[in-house]
């Protein structure tokens, strides 16, 4: 079996598909997700190896008795008060200077990372937007945080260890509509969850992480570094002053569902006129649908005859104008030359939330499609 993830994430199905003995790419565009992916594939580590360094890192910490030096972001410094800020720094500081790019440093790297949001007592719930207005009840001290995250991690590796060698994975941080260093039919099971197109910035997921590490310092540097390389999937993606409806539904990739996406599109771009945030979200379809065809084009170059690619998805009502994406990319991946699609409902969504905006049902399962 050999399988592909072209939306990646933090690699999940690449460690699955090891577990299981299946050989495996992943493709991940923003680049520090990709890194947290390639550390989580590097259990193979000798534990002891593993927590040898870690506990150099905590004694270099512990000794270097640092203060906060105001060279921060600001959102570092909203984020964490002081005294918490200076033991995260002098975790960092002393992984910088044992950092040899080897399985255990990238493995100590993730575990300084993975504690930042339970260090911070503001809104920092994992892999959601920083809210620096709100608070938590609990949190916990650096240097414990790591302590408890190395004996997890240490754990965790011991037991994937259990399972004796495996087939590797490989992750590939680079762009899902082209998965250019993925070999041609190569692919038998194309397993995945696309972006959903819930208006959620996937690059802002990491920011408060990158911020931390030096990678960005603003939303320029967000912008520049991470956003470029994502496929549209929310408005942040979009320049809406320069983007043309027109021109974006005049894209080839969009023709065999042209007559559906643009009534939606102008029924969005009357529907926003309404409302006071006036979000682009008829500019986002077009733009959204026209990334995924391209993803469509660049699975079935990758993937064998015969093979099957599995969508996890779900569909939408921006403004309560309903966008069938199930069956959309179902029609995009038949002209891209895949030979026929159905999907399975798992679940409906958008039910249990009293402040819903409108009332259009919807739903979420797999899309299988057909090689």
């Known amino acids: 079996m050999r399988v592909l993830d072209p939306f990646s994430g933090a690699g999940t199905v690449l460690v699955e598909a090891e577990r299981l003995g299946a050989a495996a790419f992943g493709v991940e565009a923003h680049p520090f997700v990709a890194r947290i992916a390639s550390a ?16 150099e890192v905590i004694e270099r910490a512990k000794a270097s008795q640092r203060t906060v030096d105001g060279s921060h972001p600001a959102l570092i410094v909203k984020c964490f008060p002081p005294d918490v800020l200076a033991e995260l720094d002098a975790l960092k500081q ?8 080897s399985s255990a440093s990238e493995l100590v790297w993730l575990a300084i990372t993975a504690v930042l949001r339970s260090c911070s007592p503001v809104g920092t719930a994992q892999w959601q937007y920083v809210l620096p207005n709100k608070s938590k009840a609990r949190t916990l001290r650096p240097y414990e945080a790591f302590r408890v995250q190395i004996e997890l991690m240490s754990k965790d590796i011991r037991i994937r260890q259990m399972d004796g060698d495996s087939a590797v994975a490989t992750p590939l941080c680079e762009d899902a509509r082209s998965c250019a260093s993925v070999p041609d039919g190569w692919a038998n099971l194309v397993l ?10 996937y690059a802002d997921a990491t920011r408060l992480e990158m911020s931390f590490w030096g990678d960005i310092r603003s939303w320029g540097d967000l912008h520049a570094k991470v956003r470029t390389r994502l496929m549209r999937s929310c408005t942040q ?6 983007s043309d409806l027109e ?14 996406i643009r009534l939606a599109c102008d029924r969005l771009a009357e529907e926003r006129l309404t409302h006071g945030g006036k979000k682009s979200y008829h500019l986002l379809v077009a733009a959204y649908f026209a990334d995924l065809a391209r993803v469509w084009k660049a699975l079935r170059r990758v993937t064998a005859d015969g093979g099957r690619v599995c969508f996890v ?9 309903h966008v069938a994406v199930d069956q959309w990319l179902g029609e995009l991946a038949v002209a891209a030359g895949f030979q026929s699609y159905q999907f399975q409902k798992t679940r409906d969504r958008n039910v249990k939330w009293r402040n819903r905006k409108h009332r259009v049902p919807l739903h979420e399962g797999r899309l299988w499609v057909e090689g």
């Open 40 to 55: 989580k594939l590097a259990w193979r580590v000798p534990v002891d190896q593993f927590c040898e360094m870690a506990g």
């Open 94 to 101: 002393a992984w910088m200077e044992l950092a040899d790019e």
């Open 237 to 242: 993606h979009l320049d809406a002053d320069k």
């Open 313 to 321: 998805i779900g569909d939408s009502a921006p403004y309560g104008v």
């Open 192 to 201: 995945t969850s696309p972006p959903y197109m819930n208006n959620y910035d």
């Open 247 to 260: 021109v974006l539904l005049d894209d080839e990739n969009l023709r065999p569902i042209a007559p559906d």
